[in-house]
C-alpha cells in the first residue's frame, strides 16, 4: 500500500471516529436532558404526593397472616416523641399495633386516620405505635406536622430506617403488627388496611381478652 493509500484510509477512519464521537455526544446530550425532565417530574410528583392526603383506606384484612406460633417481637429501637430512646419491650403488659409509615408512602398516609380513630376508640387498653422512617430532618419535620392532625398518635420515630427489616414483612410499607401482652407478634400485614374496622376490632378484642 502506497503512501497516497495509507493518507486516505486514515482520512477516512478519522472522519469515522469523528462522527462517532459527535453521535455519541448528541445521544448523552439527548440523555441527559431526558433524565433532567424526568427526574423533575418525578420530583414534582413526590412532592404533589407529599402533601395531599386521602380520605380513608379502603384496604381489607385479606393479606393478614398469622404465625402458627406467635413470634417474638423486634428489640429493635426506636425514638419517643419527645426524643426518647425505646422499643417495643417497653410496652409489655398491653397489647400493641405497631405501624410503620413514611411521608412518601401514599397507602401510609391513607391509612393513618384509622390508626387514629382505633386509638381513640381503645385509649390506653391499646398501644397503638405509628413509627415514622423519613430520614431527613426536613423529611421528619414535615411528618411529624402531618401526624398532629391525626390525633391521638404520637411521633414515634426511626430515622435509621431498621426498624421495618426487623418486622416480618422485612421492609414492606406500609406495615403493620399485632402484638400481645406478653412481646409476641400475632398477625401482621404488609399494605394498607382501614386499621378501625369491625374485623380490626375482632382481634384486637381477642387479645385482649387473651390477658385477662
Known amino acids: ?39 423533575q417530574r418525578f420530583e414534582l410528583v413526590q412532592v404533589e404526593d407529599a402533601v395531599s392526603a386521602d380520605d380513608g383506606a379502603t384496604g381489607s384484612l385479606e393479606a393478614l397472616l398469622t404465625p402458627a406460633d406467635a413470634l417474638p417481637a423486634p428489640t429493635q429501637g426506636f425514638l419517643t416523641p419527645d426524643g426518647g430512646a425505646t422499643d417495643v419491650s417497653d410496652f409489655r403488659g398491653r397489647v400493641v399495633l405497631l405501624n ?19 386509638d381513640q376508640a381503645y385509649g390506653d ?48 410499607m406500609p406495615q403493620t403488627v399485632l402484638i400481645d401482652r406478653e412481646g409476641r407478634i400475632r398477625a401482621w400485614l404488609a399494605g394498607e388496611a382501614d386499621w378501625n374496622s369491625p374485623e380490626v376490632r375482632a382481634l384486637v378484642d381477642e387479645a385482649l381478652a387473651e390477658g385477662g
Open 1 to 39: 500500500m502506497d503512501d497516497e493509500a495509507r493518507r486516505k484510509r486514515r482520512l477516512i477512519w478519522t472522519i469515522v471516529a469523528a462522527v462517532a464521537v459527535g453521535a455519541l455526544i448528541i445521544i448523552g446530550g439527548h440523555a441527559l436532558v431526558i433524565y433532567a425532565v424526568y427526574k
Open 100 to 118: 410503620i409509615w413514611a411521608m412518601w408512602c401514599r397507602p401510609c398516609r391513607t391509612e393513618l386516620p384509622t390508626l387514629a380513630a382505633l
Open 125 to 172: 387498653e391499646v398501644a397503638v405505635v405509628v413509627v415514622n422512617v423519613d430520614r431527613t430532618p426536613e423529611e421528619i419535620e414535615a411528618a411529624r406536622a402531618f401526624l398532629t392532625e391525626q390525633a391521638p398518635l404520637g411521633f414515634y420515630s426511626d430515622p435509621t430506617f431498621e426498624l421495618p427489616f426487623r418486622l416480618p414483612g422485612r421492609g414492606a
